[in-house]
């Protein structure tokens, strides 16, 4: 797979990123000089750079993609983007349907529990805001800002809710302190915080990666329940968990 060129036969590659992922897989393709252009959605103002040429906000559906991809002349998708951003990955799977591209999907591995971890693994948002009960708790989500919205249904808890960027306030429950932060975490930051707050149960994306873990490692160490929401299914899509399946992958 020599790069320069998008000549014929040359392989053109879109990477959809949003992750630390889909970070490392572009440096890893601009160093193999692969002819290749990345996309960020826009929801952080100063997202890290990419080392790829990078297009930053939404298509506008499955139609505005496709007709991106072949305005671009893309020959390869790589769906890169966070395993929870599962509308962006949808249309990325219809619209490569649709003109016959070769798509894959590059997420880590969810976690797994390890046997002192209690966890109470659950499908969605609705079913972790039941899982919480009926009875007042102190709470810890680290979802992100999106999602946040379905909590209001339990306002009988104290939440902290940890964010990068500030979520729309009326999207809160009502009893909901605010921290702003951006991960990688340490774990005896996480302990900390988790003991300062008085944490009873910590509400958690099982996301998968290093980046993100230690909250998870705190809880065990604190024998906190983990309320671990599992990503959405990607159906009938190619998935690699390692970036070599990947440039493999673009080999082929
Ligand atoms: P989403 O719900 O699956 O996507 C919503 C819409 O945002 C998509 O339909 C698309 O708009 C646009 N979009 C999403 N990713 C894009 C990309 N890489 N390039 C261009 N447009 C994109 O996604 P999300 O959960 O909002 O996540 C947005 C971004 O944040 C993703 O890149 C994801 O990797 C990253 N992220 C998400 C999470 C999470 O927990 N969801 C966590 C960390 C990082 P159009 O329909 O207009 O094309």
């Not at 897989?25 to 890290?48: E, M």
């Not at 998870?216 to 599992?230: F, Y």
Request: proline share 8%.
């Amino acid at each position: 797979m020599k790069g320069g060129g998008s000549g014929r036969g040359a392989p053109r590659v879109f990477l959809l990123a949003g992750t630390s992922e889909a970070r490392a897989l572009a440096a890893r393709l601009a160093q193999a000089g692969v002819d290749a252009t990345a996309s960020l959605a826009g929801r952080t103002s100063a997202p890290a750079p990419l080392a790829l040429p990078t297009r930053v906000g939404g298509f506008g559906g499955v139609e505005g993609l496709k007709r991106y991809l072949a305005d671009n002349r893309v020959t390869h998708v790589v769906d890169a983007t966070h395993p929870f951003a599962a509308q962006m990955s949808a249309n990325a799977s219809a619209a490569c349907a649709a003109l016959g591209l070769p798509l894959i999907a590059y997420a880590r591995a969810p976690w797994r529990p390890e046997p002192e971890d209690r966890w109470i693994e659950v499908a969605d948002n609705a079913a972790a805001v039941a899982a919480l009960g009926a009875e007042p708790r102190r709470v810890f989500l680290t979802i992100g800002r999106q999602g946040i919205a379905d909590f209001r249904a339990a306002p009988q808890h104290d939440y902290v809710l940890r964010v990068i960027e500030a979520p729309d306030p009326n999207d809160l429950p009502p009893n909901c302190a605010l921290i702003f932060a951006r991960g990688p975490f340490a774990r005896a930051e996480e302990t900390a915080l988790m003991q300062e707050r008085r944490v009873e149960v910590v509400v958690s994306k099982n996301s998968g990666g290093a980046l993100t873990y230690a909250k998870i490692e705190a809880a065990r160490a604190l024998a906190l329940p983990v309320v671990m929401i599992a990503p959405p299914a990607r159906e009938g899509v190619a998935l690699a968990h390692d970036a070599e399946a990947v440039m493999a992958f673009l080999r082929a």
